[in-house]
């Protein structure tokens, strides 16, 4: 039975990891995940878990004291922000390409500098490519949700890829909701046991982290790319059988309100309830108004994407980074890659927003869909725009 | 006293046909550790990358027996701390049965330098591991440039002896010591085993009092490397013992706070003897730089005396 509960959401993602009972927490304080590893270390002193939490002296040491307890069988977990999530940057690539299914809470915050605590996607953004997947989460019920899914697709036989589960600093991280939680026994049952295809304490001896020469090497990144693609089979998996046990439906992304929506937004995070706001308003005006919520950045959902935005003439992509590529930031990148060749004559816009927490207002989002509607009449449009800065 | 015969019937558990130089002396301190450990024992080994790394774990091949994992270059003590807090864990929860230990090994500039945020961590921290540093005086594997271990004078691809410039302006770092302010329960500089020395079991015992005492331990072993040392193969042994000898590399343990002086030359030598066979040296020797070596003569003997009031010498 689950039971209704009124947590932050760094508190939801500490009560699934005392729910999951890792072997190994390995963790590193910072604003505004810090929250994580302190309630956790408070269970591991209760006595509420059996997990050995190392109490590391960096990101860095974080990560790769989480890549050996990985590679000896265990299950691992740890959590970081910002700047942390950059001091891990090297051994995030390494825990991917020993196909270590680690399991990090991001909690998104703006990358310095200049330093800044709040939140935007500048952290998670900068390591889209590190070959993690990532999921994304609206509040603190997507949060603990995704973290518990986590598990499942990261240690999955086809995966076997580490696994981020990023949610917003401070308005999901902090703000407290009220969310459903599985009981801890339907948690357990759920994660089961990780069962390491080889572990440095198995049976045999094996060796990991080998040096890969040019006879390998493109083999090796061949099959990680190959685990990544079969995550989006897997995560969807994952999802219905977690639908079953909670009745909370997951997919790839999340559509709003998209049935014969004519102008769209595809947005993540937390800023995705905001806009639900305006769409909900904007259809009570009659507004053909929809929005995508994507949950799965890695991989990325592009035949998914396209398939859904089939019958809307314009889309907003909307970028919580800007990627300083002077083309467009990276969802907006990876929309118009998907509808390339897919969408002719298809309005497509980026706005980047809110960075190092500016806030969105149900305003900003309105004159987005504005935006739209007035590029859809008039065919002209900007494909680049700032929302909400001075300029 | 170690039995020679018995330990020779040990089965290496480094295999030969491994890729280190001739002459190379970080693969025989890791077989003498090695040894140490008992033959049921199982054990997990680490290394940082570096030389011993990309030489002894090459895909598809191993020269390591046991578990072996590289994860980065400066973060050896952090990767095998993960591994021995999973163990820990899943010996707590009956998921294991076996017993392992945990070794890490790394050069003088993954330990000394860029993995001294991460040894630090690990040893205060107080895993059960022990973790050796291989000192060869250079960042060898990526072509002899200068570290913090670096001897002052020594001519390296990044301190070269130049015109205006002698080598290494710097006298090396005491992370010996440093580790030994960490004041966990074992730390230990050595050398490796030379036949006919009163400390040839030196390295094994030490290595054995490092595996099996419970808790964090750190050995500091001056490992010959006749590439950066430009030295002979055949002699470089000779200079291991010339660097005992010299008082340039002690020979000392620190067993819960408490200094031992391991060994005690009859006679001090001159640090030339230590500098005089080494290339790397060589530039001190003109008349010019004469000064230079009485300035690294005046650095042994202070850090000697102080050592020797630490021990109870004095």
Redesign the interface.
């Known amino acids: 039975m689950a039971k209704r509960v009124s947590l932050s959401g760094n508190e939801a993602v500490a009560y699934a990891m005392r729910q999951i009972n890792p072997?190994?927490v390995?963790a590193f304080p910072i604003t505004p995940s810090t929250e994580v590893p302190q309630y956790f270390s408070q269970f591991v002193a209760n006595g509420q878990v059996?997990?050995?939490f190392?109490?590391?002296?960096?990101e860095?040491?974080a990560m790769?004291?989480?890549?050996?307890?990985?590679?000896?069988?265990?299950r691992?977990m740890t959590a970081t922000s910002s700047c942390g999530l950059a001091l891990m940057w090297?051994?995030l690539y390494?825990a991917a390409s020993?196909r270590l299914p680690v399991v990090l809470a991001v909690v998104n915050r703006a990358l310095s500098g200049p330093i800044n605590i709040h939140n935007d996607h500048s952290d998670s953004m900068g390591a889209r490519d590190s070959g993690w997947i990532q999921i994304y989460g609206e509040n603190a019920q997507e949060a603990y949700d995704n973290f518990i899914q986590a598990i499942r697709i990261g240690e999955h036989p086809d995966v076997q890829l580490p696994v981020m589960v990023c949610y917003d600093g401070f308005i999901t991280s902090h703000a407290v909701e009220n969310l459903e939680m599985c009981e801890d026994a339907e948690v357990k049952a759920f994660v089961g046991e990780r069962v390491a295809p080889y572990s440095?304490?198995?049976e045999n001896?094996?060796?990991?982290?080998?040096?890969?020469?040019p006879p390998?090497y493109f083999e090796h990144k061949r099959q990680q790319a190959e685990a990544m693609r079969n995550a989006k089979k897997v995560i969807l998996e994952v999802a219905a059988e977690f639908e079953k046990l909670t009745g909370r439906k997951y997919g790839l992304f999340e559509e709003y309100k998209m049935e014969d929506a004519e102008a769209a937004m595809v947005i993540i995070n937390s800023t995705a309830g905001t806009a639900k706001k305006v769409v909900d308003k904007m259809r009570a005006e009659g507004k053909k108004v929809g929005l995508i919520k994507i949950r799965s950045f890695r991989p990325f959902p592009a035949e998914e994407l396209v398939a859904a935005l089939k019958n809307v003439k314009a889309v907003a992509v909307m970028d919580k980074v800007d990627g300083f590529t002077g083309v467009a930031a990276p969802l907006h990148n990876e929309v118009r890659s998907a509808l390339y060749g897919a969408a002719e004559g298809k309005i497509v816009p980026g706005y980047i927003y809110g960075l190092g927490g500016r806030d969105v207002t149900v305003n900003d989002i309105e004159s987005v869909y504005n935006d739209l509607f007035k590029a859809i009449e008039t065919g002209k449009y900007e494909v680049y725009n700032y929302l909400g800065v001075r300029e | 006293m170690p039995n020679l015969k018995e330990l020779s019937k040990k089965p290496a558990r480094l295999t030969g046909g491994h890729r280190m130089c001739a002459g190379c002396g970080a693969p025989m301190v890791v077989n003498w550790v090695l040894k140490a450990l008992k033959e049921e024992d199982k054990a997990v080994t680490c290394s940082a990358t570096g030389c011993l790394e990309v030489s002894t774990c090459l895909y598809p091949y191993t020269a390591w027996k046991d578990s072996f994992i590289h994860s980065a270059f400066e973060n050896a003590a952090a990767t095998i701390s993960g591994v021995e807090a999973c163990y820990v864990a899943m010996k707590r929860n009956g998921k294991i049965d076996d017993t392992y230990k945990f070794i890490a090994f790394g050069g003088d500039g993954g330990t000394y330098d860029i993995g001294l945020q991460s040894l630090s961590g690990a040893m205060e921290r107080g895993h059960d591991m022990v973790y050796v540093c291989y000192d060869n005086g250079a960042y060898m594997n990526t072509g002899i440039q200068r570290s913090s271990a670096t001897p002052k004078g020594a001519d390296t691809t990044t301190s070269p002896a130049g015109k205006v410039i002698p080598g290494k302006t710097q006298t090396r770092k005491d992370l010996t010591e440093i580790i030994a302010a960490h004041n966990i329960p074992y730390v230990a500089q050595t050398v490796p085993a030379i036949p006919g020395t009163k400390y040839m079991f030196d390295l094994y015992n030490k290595a054995e009092k490092a595996i099996y005492t419970k808790g964090a331990a750190f050995l500091n072993v001056l490992t010959p490397c006749p590439r950066g040392w430009r030295c002979d193969t055949s002699t470089e042994l000779d200079l291991i013992k010339a660097a005992v000898d010299t008082c340039f590399w002690p020979i000392y343990e620190v067993e819960n706070g408490v200094y031992k002086l391991n060994y005690k030359p009859a006679e001090k030598k001159p640090i030339t003897e230590w500098l005089k066979p080494q290339g790397r040296f060589r530039h001190l020797f003109k008349p010019e730089n004469e000064h230079l070596i009485a300035e690294i003569q005046a650095e042994v003997d202070r850090r000697w005396e102080a050592l020797l009031h630490l021990c109870g010498e004095k």
């Open positions: 072997d190994v390995a059996t997990s050995e190392v109490a590391v002296e960096s860095h040491s790769s004291a989480c890549i050996g307890a990985s590679a000896a069988g265990g691992v090297e051994m390494i020993s440095l304490l198995g001896p094996v060796a990991m982290g080998p040096l890969d020469l390998h």
